[in-house]
């Protein structure tokens, strides 16, 4: 198995500009997650899809950022207008069963630098 | 209520010593404690993991030990290798609530 595939790998853009983050889950796997991971706050869950339903999105910063899972093997993270404070690596991970107790497969983030 | 606190904050330990990182909590109904490692570029990827049925969990030279009264866990890796030089993170959960995670503590161990 591929493991969790995003895409890109890093990104960098000016501020105002959009930005769309890509993952690709594991075969099968039920769940998905979104996270940001920065040195100040640590990882920071955004956004929980179950059968590509939003589950849990109170971790979304703002109404800049929009996610959506349109069938189980293709979940975005977007933002507009970009901010330099979004600067940050951004994990997708997805996991086999439906909640937060079973193990998270995490993707190998896309670094994100917002001029 | 939901911090999960995690020290220390970095760690440098010889070859072939032990490395131990604790991690407090508060949440009563947590259930589920994972800890992760990430190496620098890659993403977190599960290590060990205990449930609060028992107090130790062991697989090779990593160890979860578990204190339900004192809400503590604590991870352990015997025989500390340079290859264990990585970010371990703790976390919580239970069924109905995302994982909690603490802060991280970057492990350096020395050849």
């Known amino acids: 198995d591929a493991g969790v595939i995003q895409s890109p790998r890093h990104e960098v853009t000016e501020m105002g500009q959009e930005v769309t983050l890509r993952c690709k889950p594991i075969?099968?796997?039920?769940?998905l997650f979104w996270y940001r991971q920065t040195m100040m706050r640590g990882l920071e869950l955004l956004i929980y899809?179950?059968?590509?339903?939003?589950?849990?999105d109170s971790g979304m910063p703002e109404d800049r950022f929009s996610a959506k899972m349109p069938n189980a093997s293709f979940s975005t993270l977007k933002i507009q207008p970009s901010e330099p404070r979004d600067s940050a690596v951004y994990f997708c991970?997805?996991?086999?069963?439906?909640?937060?107790?079973?193990?998270?497969?995490f993707g190998p983030g896309t670094r994100l630098t917002v001029l | 209520q939901q911090q999960v606190k995690q020290s220390p904050q970095s760690l440098i330990v010889q070859k072939g010593g032990i490395s131990i990182i604790n991690c407090a909590y508060e949440?009563?109904?947590?259930?589920?404690f994972p800890w992760y490692q990430q190496f620098p570029g890659k993403g977190p990827a599960l290590l060990i993991a205990?449930?609060?049925d028992v107090s130790e969990k062991k697989e090779g030279r990593f160890t979860i030990s578990f204190n339900k009264s004192a809400k503590q866990f604590s991870l352990h890796i015997m025989d500390s290798q340079p290859g264990d030089s990585a970010t371990y993170f703790c976390?919580?959960?239970?069924?109905?609530?995302?994982?909690?995670w603490g802060a991280g503590t970057k492990l350096i161990i020395k050849p």
């Open positions: 991970a997805s996991s086999p069963l439906a909640g937060f107790t079973d193990t998270q497969y």
């Open positions: 075969s099968g796997h039920n769940s």
């Open positions: 899809f179950n059968n590509n339903v939003p589950i849990d």
């Open positions: 949440n009563t109904a947590f259930d589920y």
């Open positions: 205990i449930r609060p």
């Open positions: 976390a919580a959960s239970d069924s109905n609530y995302q994982l909690i």
